[in-house]
């Protein structure tokens, strides 16, 4: 089992950032391919980012490529994403994810684990 908590969520104006964190405990971390989803209300859940075990391979969706920027810190059990130049489009529930699989990173369903979600919201 792997918990997940996240943090760092919060209301801040369009062109500003925020820093969400994710703390892991449980199965070793750096075993697990770490992800951030995003939910907005009546919408599926999407990809945002993820972030390969050692932190050397990075992927991104077309939306916020070029403004947030996904790290991950094995010795402190944690992966962050970092959002700049926030967008009004950008509000939703971020949740990080962990799998143990390499391929297809990008869809939801390869992802074990989850936490519970922190809130974003972009004000224009």
């Known amino acids: 089992q792997v918990q997940l908590v996240e943090s760092g969520g919060g209301l801040v104006q369009a062109g500003g950032s925020l820093r969400l964190s994710c703390a892991a405990s449980g199965r070793t971390f750096s075993n697990y391919f770490m992800g951030w989803f995003r939910q907005a209300p009546g919408k599926e859940r999407e990809f945002v980012a993820a972030?390969?075990?050692?932190?050397?391979?990075?992927y991104y969706a077309d939306s916020v490529k070029g403004r947030f920027t996904i790290s991950r810190d094995n010795a402190k059990n944690t992966v962050y994403l970092q959002m700049n130049s926030l967008k009004p489009e950008d509000t939703a529930v971020y949740y990080c994810?962990?799998?143990?699989?390499?391929?297809?990173?990008?869809?939801?369903?390869?992802?074990?684990?989850w936490g519970q979600g922190t809130q974003v919201t972009v004000s224009s």
């Open positions: 994810a962990a799998s143990r699989k390499s391929y297809r990173v990008t869809t939801k369903d390869v992802y074990d684990y």
């Open positions: 972030i390969s075990w050692s932190g050397g391979g990075t």
